[in-house]
């Protein structure tokens, strides 16, 4: 049975999610959609409308969604005792089963699962074990993070699409991060008939430059229309919700180069503006939208790949000179890392200093600043290589944790539970992999160190600390951002499709897209 409290705007999320089997839960990151699809689930379960439900969600957020349901209702629990000393409470493998460790572990797992009302895995559990999830006898299934499915050609988006349970809820705070056929993926899976068939949504709402790329979106009013009967939104800027919320304060700090790294960056733009002539002249296209929406195979090999290369390097140059070396030590090593960048650190070995980073300078600035009047900081980057830096720099303001992919699922959950419990773990340093569901109501401030290319991704990290559970009147976002850089038109690529988003989601916003390579051209003239 569900014991928690809902605020009135949630109660009417439950009520739509009881009276509509099929149905994407638009809320705001932050509003409490975990809770509200909780109280609803419990209803359906105790009334026999369901009796097993199958929830996908993030590998980081299986032990998050299991300590919810054991906060938020009468389930008997246990208590999971964490490597760093916290302790997790969660829910007996009777009712609830976290799929989570080696094969045999999973294997047994999957089989007492049949038994339980509820079955918590993780997305990826329907390319590793696909015969398990498919043997479970499922009345119902939650995606969480529905933007999982965005990609219509990824193997993860197939499987998913294959499980059609009678009752089917997606969560997304923004089911639309950069592009319009976002949307409809998710809705393939929620209920097909909403949006009817591919050719004709293309028609409707798409506009596509000779090469295939988007040039713009259009009827976007009628798109939200015809989403309205199967997706029920709220923002966190509505007055109903709002009043629930901590006020937000979100300021840019932009970061002045040193001579010495501004010289080596008019070089990589230099030989970026050079593979964006080649580009042209070899008569090719590089989709620099998909590019920024971080979708496969944007970019590809030949000169399509060298502007991927260099835009790359640039980006990591201004995060911190030595991951352009890391980069280029791994390429060496046969580790991955860039071919472009070894080749441009072995014709800078004239250029002294490369562990000086103006921007994490800016950093330690501002984490010092913020934790004077003891507040709890998170900490978000693009690149995990970049977290050792941080945390030695940072590391003389006291404890801290980190979080990121290379992790398993317990390690994150006893980070997640350190920096909660105890009041000297003041510091969150996280990659994008804690920007999605993670739940960080301790944070008062969040600083992106960088900027994602995706604007739903910052959307998501930006709220993490926006909870309807925070305890702070008021939080602060703030970007560092490399004044007469790249970093300056990511920030404003961000807000052109933060329009497009608004525009499907919320009935507001245009479709107008600015993302062309000849533009991107022009701001390299500019900055150079």
């Excluded at 419990?42 to 439900?53: A, L, Q, Y």
Aim: aromatic share 8%; proline share 5%.
């Amino acid at each position: 049975m569900f014991t928690g409290t809902l605020f009135p705007y949630q109660a009417e999320g439950v009520q739509a999610l009881l009276s509509r089997r099929r149905l994407l839960v638009a809320y705001s990151m932050g509003t409490g959609k975990t809770v509200m699809t909780i109280a609803a689930l419990e209803e359906m379960v105790g009334s026999g409308k369901i009796s097993c439900c199958l929830l996908l969600v993030p590998a980081s957020l299986r032990w998050q969604w299991a300590a919810s349901f054991a906060r938020f209702t009468d389930m008997p629990t246990r208590r999971l005792p964490l490597r760093n000393g916290a302790v997790l409470e969660v829910p007996t493998e009777s009712v609830c089963m976290v799929i989570d460790g080696s094969p045999a572990q999973r294997r047994r797992q999957w089989r007492a699962a049949a038994h339980a009302d509820y079955v918590i895995a993780s997305h990826g559990a329907v390319l590793t074990d696909w015969a398990d999830i498919t043997a479970l006898p499922v009345d119902a299934m939650v995606l969480d993070e529905a933007t999982a499915i965005k990609n219509f050609r990824a193997e993860t988006t197939k499987r998913i699409k294959r499980l059609r349970p009678p009752v089917r809820v997606a969560l997304a705070g923004a089911p639309v991060e950069n592009a319009a056929d976002e949307i409809y993926s998710i809705m393939q899976w929620v209920d097909p008939a909403v949006l009817g068939r591919w050719d004709l949504f293309e028609k409707s709402f798409i506009e596509r430059t000779a090469f295939g790329g988007v040039s713009r979106y259009k009827n976007l009013g009628l798109l939200h229309q015809k989403l309205a009967p199967a997706m029920i939104r709220k923002s966190r800027l509505d007055p109903e919700v709002a009043r629930y919320l901590p006020r937000v304060t979100e300021a840019t700090r932009l970061v002045t180069l040193d001579p010495t790294t501004r010289t080596i960056y008019k070089a990589i733009l230099a030989d970026l503006q050079a593979a964006l002539e080649e580009l042209a002249e070899a008569g090719g296209s590089f989709d620099l939208a998909a590019h920024y929406a971080g979708l496969p195979g944007a970019a590809g090999g030949g000169p399509r790949g060298k502007v991927m290369a260099r835009l790359q390097a640039a980006r990591m140059l201004l995060d911190h000179p030595q991951l352009l070396m890391d980069s280029a030590c791994d390429h060496h090593a046969s580790r991955g890392g860039s071919a472009y960048a070894a080749a441009f650190a072995a014709s800078r070995y004239d250029l002294p200093d490369f562990y000086h980073s103006p921007k994490l300078s800016a950093l330690d600035e501002l984490t010092e600043v913020m934790l004077a009047d003891g507040a709890k900081v998170a900490v978000f980057t693009e690149y995990r290589r970049m977290l050792p830096y941080v945390c030695e720099r940072l590391d003389r303001h006291g404890g801290l944790v980190t979080f990121h992919g290379g992790m398993g699922a317990t390690e994150k959950a006893a980070a997640k539970a350190r920096f909660q419990q105890d009041p000297g773990c003041r510091i969150f340093i996280s990659t994008n992999s804690g920007g999605y569901g993670l739940d960080l109501p301790e944070a008062q401030y969040l600083i992106n160190y960088d900027l994602p290319y995706s604007n739903g991704l910052l959307q998501q990290r930006n709220t993490r600390h926006v909870r309807a559970s925070s305890t702070h009147a008021r939080v602060y976002v703030m970007n560092l951002v490399v004044s007469g850089t790249i970093e300056e038109r990511v920030l404003a690529t961000l807000k052109a499709r933060g329009s497009v988003a608004d525009a499907i989601v919320d009935g507001k916003g245009t479709g107008a897209l600015d993302m062309s390579v000849e533009s991107l051209g022009e701001h390299i003239g500019r900055s150079g």
